[in-house]
């Protein structure tokens, strides 16, 4: 087998075994290049200490020296360069005890999580696969590298690894890698969130985000987010929908285009529903207020998940406002919306509809469909027509306020904020003259 590793990931290489060591690029990289999926790092291995890899090449910086890490840069580019190492004693289910310099390459590859991930490669010596992660790449089959149920007490972060993977690749988790996640499950309450939470981004942004199922199955989303369990136990006996909240969570996830902050959206937006559900005389359940409760209730998860405050700030936004649906289809009606929505999430809030409607009941999705069409067409000629929707667009700043009399203070934001409103009722009044006139000082 052939692979095409990038000139410089080569030099770095040709360096090393000029100056007598092994190295191959590892991992992630020689997956993804056997897929002929384009890699997002070319990491080396190799038998030179650290300090040796230092004193081969002119510029490095010591990233993770501990674990035996060296960042390599060749020009604008960087390449780390690992240490053959076997991970020591896991006392914690997190972190080795220690870690360990090994001369064997095969010995560094033995810790590796799945065999997929566990192949090495250089120029000379060619494919070094001894956990057939070939063979695993052919079948798309996720599968650990030796004992599952070992490997997942060691690092807990590996059970929510390997539906990663499976919806990165659209491959099976292997019959006992799967049955070791399921037992194992309970271990990620000692992983940290932040682990956690990179790799639930990287699984919703993949092919395959509805793989998110599979946490559920396996008992992974009772440990980190019981509020999703709560949506799969969750009915709607309404017309309008035809599954669980959390199916329809997950066929919502599904219908949006791939970005974090809406994919986090689709697979929260209903959240706030278990917690608000009443089923009337007719057996219809009703969820008044799930907006603003989802909000709230996405907003902790979030934290818990130790997300940055504009995803999260975003996030509950977008969940609070997205079942505003009276909005009257005149070009007036959607400036109102745009202005109480906000400008700048008016277009992902129509997003999140369109995947909200998506993932309803079939039958009655056609007329929903053209509604938001029309919605969207509006909005479309108001945009062209470049009327003021916020604030940056308003004919009047804070500064021609004062220039024009009024002292500094709350009050200036108060009058800019009637200004806007009166702009959004009236866009022709949008001018500094005018508005500037309106004012009683
Ligand atoms: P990505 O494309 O997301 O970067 P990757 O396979 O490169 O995928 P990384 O997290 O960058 O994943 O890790 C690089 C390599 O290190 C993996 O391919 C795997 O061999 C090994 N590895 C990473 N995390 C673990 C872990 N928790 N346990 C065992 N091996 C791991
Ligand atoms: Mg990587």
Request: aromatic share 6%; glycine share 8%.
């Amino acid at each position: 087998m052939i692979i095409k590793i990038p000139e410089k990931a080569n030099q770095i290489i040709a360096r090393l075994v000029q100056a007598g060591f092994e190295a191959y690029v590892v991992g992630g990289c020689v997956r993804d290049a056997v897929l002929g999926r384009p890699a997002a790092d070319w990491d080396i291995t190799t038998n030179a200490r650290p300090e040796q890899v230092k004193a081969l090449f002119p510029r490095t910086i010591d990233t993770g020296i501990q674990h035996g890490t060296v960042t390599v840069m060749s020009g604008k580019e960087s390449f780390e360069v690992t240490t053959y190492r076997i991970d020591g004693e896991y006392c914690d289910g997190r972190h080795p005890s220690e870690v360990i310099f090994t001369p064997s390459l095969l010995e560094d590859l033995k810790r590796r999580d799945f065999t997929i991930n566990a192949m090495a490669y250089n120029e000379t010596e060619g494919l070094v696969d001894a956990f057939n992660g070939i063979e695993d790449l052919k079948k798309g089959r996720i599968r650990c590298v030796g004992e599952p149920g070992e490997r997942f007490t060691e690092d807990g972060l590996r059970i929510l690894r390997a539906v990663r993977f499976s919806a990165q690749l659209g491959f099976a988790i292997e019959d006992r890698t799967r049955e070791a996640v399921k037992k194992f499950a309970p271990g990620l309450s000692r992983i940290s969130a932040e682990r956690i939470q990179t790799e639930l981004v990287k699984l919703l942004v993949s092919d395959h985000p509805d793989t998110f199922r599979t946490l559920y199955d396996t008992g992974i989303t009772a440990v980190i987010l019981p509020e999703f369990d709560a949506c799969m136990e969750t009915p709607q006996n309404h017309p309008h929908h035809c599954c669980c909240v959390g199916e329809h969570l997950l066929l919502t996830v599904q219908a949006i285009e791939r970005d974090k902050v809406l994919r986090l959206a689709a697979l929260l937006h209903d959240i706030g529903k278990p917690g608000v559900r009443l089923r009337d005389e007719q057996g219809i359940d009703h969820f008044h207020g799930h907006g603003d409760t989802g909000a709230e209730l996405a907003g902790g998860i979030l934290r818990r998940l130790r997300f940055d405050n504009d995803t999260i700030c975003r996030v509950k936004h977008l969940i609070r406002v997205h079942d505003y649906r009276q909005i009257p289809l005149t070009a007036k009606g959607v400036r109102r919306a745009v202005f109480r929505i906000g400008k700048e999430y008016f277009p992902d809030y129509l997003k999140l509809r369109r995947a909200d409607i998506l993932a309803q009941n079939p039958a009655m999705q056609q007329e929903k469909l053209e509604t938001l069409k029309e919605l969207e067409k509006i909005y479309g000629q108001i945009l062209k027509e470049q009327s003021c929707l916020s604030l940056k667009e308003l004919a009047v700043t804070g500064k021609d306020l004062i220039q024009a009399g009024m002292k500094p203070g709350p009050e200036l934001g108060e009058i800019l904020d009637k200004m806007l409103e009166l702009v959004i009722e009236r866009p022709e009044c949008n001018t500094k003259e005018y508005l500037l006139s309106q004012l009683k000082i």
